[in-house]
Structure formats: structure tokens, C-alpha cells
């Protein structure tokens, strides 16, 4: 064990140096599949003689080693029983006892762990935790505190449910009391320890923790125990809001120390409890709005306080919306104090501003774009006036217009030196214009009736676009985000004469000018008007095209390193919007923008480093390759391959998921072509296992193939892939996740095979998915494999009809078929939703009642039954399906990147119909066909009818072949 030990640390090390750490990682990884591996490296990550590095990325490797490696997907172990029972045996004294970074990589695993086990398979954890907790030893109560925070945090987004509810309720019996009394123990250690500067430190740092954990017991409901002792809590949390102590003062005044973090939780708690827990806390809230309202009239200007003043302004905000204590704010001469001494010092500019602004251009524009600087003082206090604006509007408009009005008469005097007037007022006055929230989609939606946004654009703001270098970049950027701000309310007509001038700004000097010009840009493009028409017609942008493409080009090019040319995702997406807009307008470009798109690329495979930007990019590529490539197949073909082959070889992970798609679109762009040979050369490397582990991967690599055998069959088949392929299949049923990909992966070999190159493997292929049915049916697996029944049922072209399928599963297990039939098939089939599913299903069974032999003879009562099923669906609207299926469509703005997969939407596969000569009437198809059916069986059909069916359904199905 040793001896393994040495060789894992010298991996470990060798993997911290960039020259060997790709051929460390990959000997890693081999370590990873013996047995203990997991507990060699906890045996590293404890050791003091290691270096603290290895140390640190020993805990890192176990971090990411649990995340892949603890359960499957369906929740069983995939780690050995004993390893299981000791990690978490040996976890908890561990993390107490390594230094604080290391402490929060394995606090980060142990929450993975507690993800799936917590709490039915790990019940002692609890009790554990409570058993280290001592209440004079701030040290070793901030590793328990970290890892219980790491566990109970994952409440906080969860909606309710029992099994939540109960999980909170064991915590609460175990660890809800010793937690307040360790909270009365820190106070008498923070009195009797307040001039050592050390203990002082470490005690608050335990109290951040204990407010963070106060947050997480008491998110969905107020715990008995805290009830019952709020009073205390209530004085607690006074006494902590406005102690100070010199020792914890940072000497740096932009960095937040202890004593900031302390007070910004407390207001979050507070918040929290005014919004949810009002009725118990109410007697004690008039005392923290005295405490804020006189802290805010009193700190400084100091960005290390903004998260404070932020959050105590959140509380305000929060007071401010409920209507027993928004009468506190309703005085005018009040509102006049809190604009003047609240509102006015946290929306105006300071000098951190202009630092950043000039220094770190994109970091001013991240925290300046709404929703994106939710602790910045300015979004606080605009939160603020827009609540109190929302229950006393005209008293409020009126205080603040009047404050706007100086301002600009400042600036008007000056208006070299006085800019920053201008640009409080033009703030004040969008904080007071909007209504609502802004939505990422349309901006702002609903204004104050009292002001005119119109106006004050025409009578204060378009002059600073207008001018060539007069006025100062921040009032240019000023004015761009309010047409940015309110895209939504200006009208169309009036969008024609400002859109020039919005991409004139894309050619200014300044970096924070350009990029909201070209944010501003993108999202005017996006808009449309109530009939769906777009705001900026598309036929107004092509003409620009050409020059507006090169020019955002050069500018994310400007600086060749691959950080900086893939630091503005602001840029690239604008690309993306205009290529989504002029559509195949870009067929005269297609040259500049590959070449263009194709260095982009090649540099930033480097080294990816921003998701959203390369998340842009690839959707930039998956328009242009869907808009030119039909025109221009074979040199898109060729030109894209090299730089999407090399990210596959250079193993770029972050990239793969989005390469296969858009191979796949390439492809799909030409489907009467036959496969290139470099296309030929994917298909071996594509099929290997190590491909298909990685679950982003797995969408896009099945697109890729099913694209692959529209145009490779005859290829797949002669270098005898087909075996792989089905293989691959298998696995991809073996578990929920990836059961629909299997069957996408079954339905595509299907469509592109000949029958003859199947046939030996269908029984198994029927055995692998009832036997699944068997052991874990779900839902979605249900419907696909009525899908898919009705997919093979449908395609008789190919030889394949329902006397097929019975034929199969009657192999698998003789009369098999008839109680799947009966329980499944016919059942399930009313709840396929998707029109194309529908359809499927309605040919079907209406070839099944025609042509089928078995259904003639053997099923003759079955035969009624299906011709009911066939006028249900032809008449109903479909059932509703379970939950289990629905799966939402993500704006971009909230989409987690980096992560799994992320589809493109400019290249969602498109849905085409295998039979569009059935016409748009299915009944008068369905009539037709059994009416000439009948006639080729000698009315055997009819004969049925009569038979077999009662009147209702005569009568409907003879409308149909009357008709």
C-alpha cells in the first residue's frame, strides 16, 4: 500500500506541472479503477509530511473521483461496499483536522456523497457532526460547521416535499439545539476573547458559518426550537449588527473582512425572516429597520462595505413591500431623507467605478448589466426606490424628479466637470421609469405613467451619441443601456432612427462603449412586435452585413492570446445574432466568416477558459453552417473538418459535445451526399467506449451517428460496425438517463439498414428492451417503446409490419406479444403527443388492420380492439403524460455551462416526415387506404368491419371511407 501511496503522490505532483500534467492525469485515471484508490488519496491529502500542494491536489482528485464514482445513475454504489463504509467513516475527523483549502474540496465531496446518501444511508452523519462540536474551540468547529453547511444548503433552492420535510425534520430533532446552545457558547467567547486578534478571527469566522447554517435551518420553515427561542436569536443578531471591533477592521478598503460578512448575513437572515416568519418575528423588526436606517446614513463609500450596504438595503427593500410597515416610508419629507441620504450616496459613481470601468472594462460591464450585480450598491438602492415607487408612486416620483432636475442643472453649468451629475440623474431617473422586473428577453416591459421615456432620450441622452468626442464614454454608455434598458418600449419607428447611431458606437475606441453598442445591437435584433414581426427588419441589416461582421471580428481578435479573444461573450454573441438574422445572406460572406470562425476556433481550443463566450461561438458556427452550407456543402465540409477533427484529437472536453453536433449538421445539410472519407475516418474513434463515458457527450455522439448512416450505411455495414453500434445501443437502455438516446440510436439503424442486415439481431434487440420493461419501467420507457412499435409497424416499405414484431417477441417468449399488446401498446398509445408520433401510430395500425395476417386470423377480438385504438387517436386529443417527461427549454442566461451537455439551437435536428404523401387528413388518408386494401384482400376488410366492430365505430370509420 505504500508503495502505491509514493507512486499516486508522484502523479499527483507531476499532474500541478504543466509540461507532464496531461500524461499524469491520464496515468490517474488508469490508478483510478483498483480497488482503494479512493483511499489512497485521503491517506495523501492527511499526511503533514506531504507538500501542501500535493496535499491540495489530492483532495482535489478525490473530489472529482467521488463526483464520477460514487453511485450510477440509478442511485447503487458503484464503489466497493467496505471503501463506502470507510470514507465515510474516516471523512468528517479528516476534513476538521487539513487546512482550509483542502477543508473545502472535501467539503465538497462529502456533499456529493451526502447528495445520495444523505439521509436514509448515511443516519449517522448527524449525530457525528454534533458529537465534535465544542463550545469554547472555534478551530474545530469550523470544519463540523463547513460540512453541515455543505449538506443543509442544498435545501434552499428545493420546493417542498415530504421526503424534504422529513430529512429536515431528522436534522433539526438531532443537531437543532446543540447549534443554538453552540451559538450562546461563541458569544461568551467573543466577550472574553475581544483583544485577541487571532481568536477574534477565528470566532467570527465560526459566527459566519452559524449564520450561514442559521439560513439553512430556517428556509423552509421556522424550527420549533428557534420559535420558541427568538427572542434571543432577535438579540443575538442585534448585538452582532452593530458591534465593532478595531481588531477586525481589513486594512484594505476594498477588501470585505469577517466583521462585513457577519453583518451582510445577518441582514440576509433578517430578510428572510420579515418575508416568512413575520407573524413571530414582527415584535423585533422595528428595531433592525432603526439599526440599518442609521448604519446606512453613516458608512463609507468604501467598496469594501458594498456587500453590506447592498444587503441591508435588501432588508429595507423588503420592509418597504409590506403594508403594515411600509408606512414608516410614507411621509414625503421621509422619502425625501432616504433619497437624499440613502439612495443618493449608493447610486452615484465613485471612484472604484471609473477604476474598473478603465481597468477592467468587462468586469464593469458584467456587474453593470441588470440581474448580473445583484450586490452592487447601485442595483440595491434602484431596488429600493422602485419598491417604495411601487406603493406611493406620484409622491416618490415627484422627490425624485426634483433631485434629477438639479443634477442635470449641475451638469448643464459644467458640463466637462459636472459629467458625473448627468449620469446620477440619467440612473435615477431609468430607476424611477421602470416598472417591474426586466427580463433578459424584452428588457424593461411596464413604466411609471408619471415620466416619458421618449423625452428625456430626445431631450438628454441622444446628444451623447450624436457627439464625436465631446462627452465622456460613461454618458455614451449611459444612453446606449437606456435604449438598451427600455428596447421594449420604444417603437419601431423610432428603433429606424436610432439603430445608426447604436452601430456607429461599435467603431468607438472604448472597450465598455463598443460592447454595449454591440449588447444593444444583439438584443434590438432579437425583438419583435406584437405580430411576431421583427423590430429591425432583416432586409434593413444584410446590406451592412459584410462590414458589421468584419468589424466585431477584428474586435474580438484584436489581442491574439486565447483568454483575451474569448473574454467579451458580449461580441460573439452579436455575431451569432446577425448571422441568426440575415440567414442565407451570409452565402456571399461564407468565405470571410469561415475564415473568420475557423481561427476563432483554433485559438481559443487552446484553452477555453469563458463557456458563455465559446458557448456563442459554436451557436455562431451552427447558424452559419445551417444558413450556407446547403448552398455550399462540400467546402464547408472540408474547410471544417481539420479544426473540429483537431479539438476531437487534442481531447478539448469542453468543446466535444458541441463538435459532434455540428458534424452532425454539416452532414445533415447534405443528406443525398454519400460520406466523405474523412467522414469515414470518425467512425471508428466515435464507436470507442472511452467516448460514450462522458454523459455530455452522449446527445451529440448520437445525432452524430444517426447523421453519419443517412449518408454511411452502406459504409457502417462493410467495415462491420453495425454490431458496435447496437452494442452501444444496449448500454445507453441500460440506465434512465439515456434510455431515449437509445432508442433514437435503435429508430435511426432501423431507417438506415436493410432488413437483411438486421434480421439475425432483432430477437435480442426485443429481449434487451422488454427485459428493461420488466425490471424498471418508466414512463418515458414505456412511450418509446410504443414509439418504436409503431415505428417498425409503420415502415412496410422496408419489409417490416406488425406480423414482424409479433414474430420476434414470440421468439423472445412465446405468446409474449398478446399481454403487451393488450397492457401496453394499445393502452399507451393515446398518450404520444408529438404530432409526428401520432401519425406514426395512425399508419400503423391502419397497415395493421389491412395487411395483417395474425390480426386476421389469430387476434380477431385484438382486431377490434386496434381499429378502436386507430379511431381514439384519429378523434381524442392525446392523454397526458406523466411528469417524468417534461423537460424545460433553458433561456441561455440561466443555462449552466461547462457542464453535460448544452444543445445548439441554431442546429436542433430537424423533424422530417418519412410519409408526406399521406396528405394533411389522416382520416381521409386512413379511408382511402383501408378502401383499396379492401379491394387487393377481396373485401376481407370490409368483412371485418362487419364482424368485428360495433356500431359507433362503424359508423365513424365508415365516414371515413365514404368520404
Known amino acids: 500500500m505504500a508503495e502505491g501511496l509514493g507512486a499516486v503522490a508522484q502523479l499527483l505532483e507531476a499532474s500541478l506541472d504543466p509540461r507532464q500534467n496531461k500524461q499524469a492525469e491520464v496515468a490517474l485515471r488508469q490508478e483510478e479503477s483498483k480497488p482503494g484508490f479512493s483511499l489512497q488519496l485521503l491517506q495523501i491529502t492527511a499526511s503533514a509530511s506531504q507538500p501542501y500542494n500535493t496535499r491540495l491536489a489530492s483532495a482535489l482528485a478525490f473530489k472529482n473521483f467521488i463526483k464520477r464514482n460514487w453511485t450510477d445513475e440509478d442511485g447503487n454504489y458503484k464503489l466497493q461496499l467496505e471503501e463506502v463504509a470507510t470514507l465515510k467513516r474516516e471523512l468528517i475527523s479528516l476534513m476538521i483536522s487539513v487546512p482550509a483549502g483542502i477543508q473545502t474540496q472535501l467539503g465538497e465531496a462529502i ?98 458559518l452559524m449564520i450561514k447554517l442559521l439560513f439553512d435551518l430556517s428556509c423552509h420553515d421556522l424550527p420549533p426550537m428557534f420559535e420558541e427561542n427568538i427572542s434571543g436569536i432577535a438579540s443575538l443578531l442585534l448585538k452582532y449588527l452593530t458591534y465593532d471591533n478595531q481588531l477586525l477592521h481589513t486594512d484594505d478598503d476594498t477588501e470585505s473582512g469577517q466583521l462585513e460578512y457577519a453583518r451582510a448575513g445577518i441582514f440576509e437572515v433578517l430578510t428572510l425572516y420579515v418575508q416568512k416568519y413575520m407573524d413571530v418575528f414582527k415584535p423585533h423588526v422595528g428595531q433592525f429597520v432603526e439599526s440599518s436606517w442609521s448604519f446606512l446614513t453613516t458608512i463609507g463609500q468604501e467598496t469594501k462595505y458594498d456587500i453590506l450596504v447592498s ?131 424584452l428588457g424593461v416591459t411596464a413604466t411609471n405613467p408619471n415620466v416619458s421615456i421618449a423625452d428625456y432620450f430626445q431631450n438628454h441622452l441622444s446628444a451623447d451619441l450624436l457627439s464625436e468626442d465631446g462627452s465622456h464614454p460613461i454618458l455614451k454608455v449611459d444612453a446606449i443601456k437606456y435604449l438598451y434598458l427600455f428596447r421594449s418600449i420604444i417603437t419601431k419607428e423610432q428603433w429606424q432612427v436610432v439603430l445608426p447611431l447604436l452601430v456607429k458606437h461599435l467603431a468607438s475606441s472604448n472597450y465598455v462603449v463598443y460592447t454595449y453598442a454591440a449588447i444593444a445591437v444583439e ?141 452532425a449538421a454539416l452532414l445533415e445539410a447534405n443528406p443525398s451526399g454519400t460520406l466523405p472519407s474523412y467522414y469515414q475516418n470518425l467512425v471508428a474513434p466515435i464507436l470507442m467506449p472511452v467516448m460514450w463515458e462522458s454523459k455530455g457527450n452522449i446527445p451529440a455522439l448520437v445525432r452524430l451517428l444517426s447523421s453519419i448512416l443517412i449518408r454511411g450505411s452502406q459504409f457502417v455495414l462493410e467495415s462491420n460496425q453495425i454490431e458496435p453500434i ?6 445507453l437502455l441500460s440506465t434512465k438517463t439515456n434510455e431515449s438516446f437509445g432508442f433514437d440510436l435503435l429508430e435511426s439503424v432501423v431507417a438506415n439498414f436493410p432488413p437483411t442486415a438486421l434480421e439475425q439481431y432483432f430477437v435480442s434487440i426485443m429481449q434487451i428492451i422488454l427485459t428493461r420493461l420488466q425490471n424498471s419501467k418508466t414512463e418515458n420507457l414505456t412511450m418509446r417503446f410504443v414509439r418504436f412499435f409503431h415505428f417498425i409497424s409503420a415502415h412496410d416499405e ?40 401520432r401519425k406514426t401510430a395512425v399508419l400503423s395500425f391502419t397497415k395493421t388492420l389491412a395487411n395483417s395476417e395474425a390480426f386476421a386470423n389469430r387476434y380477431k377480438k385484438g382486431w377490434g380492439f386496434t381499429c378502436e385504438a386507430l379511431l381514439n387517436l384519429l378523434e381524442l386529443p392525446p392523454l397526458p403524460a406523466s411528469k417524468d417527461d417534461i423537460i424545460d427549454d433553458h433561456d441561455i442566461e440561466d443555462m449552466a455551462f461547462g457542464v453535460g451537455f448544452t444543445a445548439l439551437n441554431t442546429v436542433r435536428p430537424q423533424t422530417k416526415d418519412p410519409w408526406p404523401e399521406t396528405g394533411a387528413d389522416l382520416k381521409v388518408w386512413v379511408g382511402k387506404y383501408l378502401k383499396q386494401m379492401d379491394q387487393e384482400h377481396g373485401g376481407r376488410v370490409s368483412g371485418f368491419v362487419q364482424e368485428r366492430l360495433g356500431d359507433k365505430a362503424k359508423a365513424t370509420l365508415g365516414s371515413y371511407i365514404s368520404a
Open 111 to 208: 456533499s456529493v456523497i451526502a447528495d445520495s446518501d444523505f439521509w436514509e444511508r448515511w443516519d449517522t452523519l448527524v449525530d457525528d457532526l454534533v458529537s465534535r462540536l465544542q463550545p469554547t474551540n472555534p478551530p474545530a468547529n469550523i470544519g463540523v460547521l463547513q460540512v453541515a453547511h455543505s449538506i443543509f444548503k442544498r435545501w434552499r433552492p428545493l420546493f417542498q416535499s415530504n421526503e424534504l420535510y422529513t430529512e429536515i425534520n431528522h436534522v433539526l430533532g438531532k443537531f437543532g439545539n446543540p447549534f443554538l446552545a453552540l451559538f450562546e457558547g461563541l458569544d461568551s467567547y467573543l466577550e472574553q476573547n475581544k483583544s485577541n486578534k487571532e481568536n477574534l478571527t477565528q470566532g467570527f469566522t465560526q459566527f459566519n
Open 311 to 441: 444587503r441591508a438595503l435588501q432588508f429595507l427593500t423588503s420592509i418597504a413591500g409590506m403594508p403594515d410597515h411600509a408606512a414608516v416610508f410614507q411621509d414625503e419629507g421621509t422619502q425625501g431623507q432616504i433619497i437624499e441620504k440613502v439612495i443618493l450616496p449608493n447610486v452615484s459613481l465613485r471612484e472604484s467605478d471609473e477604476e474598473l470601468f478603465e481597468d477592467e472594462p468587462i468586469e464593469f460591464i458584467r456587474r453593470d448589466l441588470e440581474g448580473s450585480d445583484s450586490d452592487t450598491r447601485r442595483r440595491a438602492a434602484t431596488d429600493f426606490v422602485r419598491k417604495l415607487a411601487e406603493k406611493f408612486e406620484a409622491s416618490v416620483t415627484k422627490v425624485v424628479l426634483q433631485y434629477i432636475e438639479h443634477y442635470l442643472a449641475e451638469y448643464a453649468k459644467d458640463p466637462t466637470s459636472n459629467w458625473k451629475a448627468k449620469d446620477t440623474a440619467t440612473y435615477l431617473y431609468s430607476a424611477i421609469a421602470a416598472k417591474g422586473v426586466a427580463t433578459a428577453n
Open 523 to 663: 438584443r434590438v435584433l432579437y425583438l419583435s412586435d406584437a405580430q411576431g414581426q421583427p423590430i429591425i427588419a432583416p432586409d434593413s441589416i444584410t446590406p451592412l452585413a459584410k462590414d458589421l461582421l468584419q468589424h466585431i471580428f477584428s474586435l474580438i481578435q484584436k489581442d491574439p492570446a486565447p483568454q483575451k479573444v474569448q473574454e467579451n461573450e458580449f461580441l460573439m454573441r452579436c455575431v451569432m445574432r446577425v448571422l441568426i438574422v440575415i440567414k442565407d445572406g451570409v452565402v456571399p460572406h461564407t468565405d470571410i466568416v469561415l475564415q473568420h470562425l475557423i481561427n476563432i476556433t483554433q485559438i481559443i481550443s487552446t484553452n477555453p477558459s469563458n463557456p458563455r463566450f465559446y458557448y456563442f461561438h459554436f451557436e455562431s458556427l451552427g447558424a452559419f453552417i445551417r444558413f450556407a452550407a446547403p448552398s455550399n456543402p462540400d467546402k464547408l465540409e472540408q474547410a471544417l473538418y481539420p479544426p473540429f477533427a483537431g479539438i476531437l484529437q487534442g481531447d478539448v472536453q469542453e468543446f466535444m459535445p458541441y463538435i459532434f453536433q455540428l458534424f
Open 726 to 731: 447496437l452494442g452501444i445501443f444496449q448500454k
Open 798 to 837: 422496408k419489409g417490416y409490419s406488425a406480423d414482424f414484431v409479433i414474430q420476434v417477441t414470440d421468439k423472445v417468449q412465446e405468446g409474449l406479444f398478446t399481454p403487451i399488446y393488450l397492457n401496453i401498446i394499445l393502452p399507451e398509445t393515446q398518450k404520444l403527443a408529438r404530432p409526428l408520433d
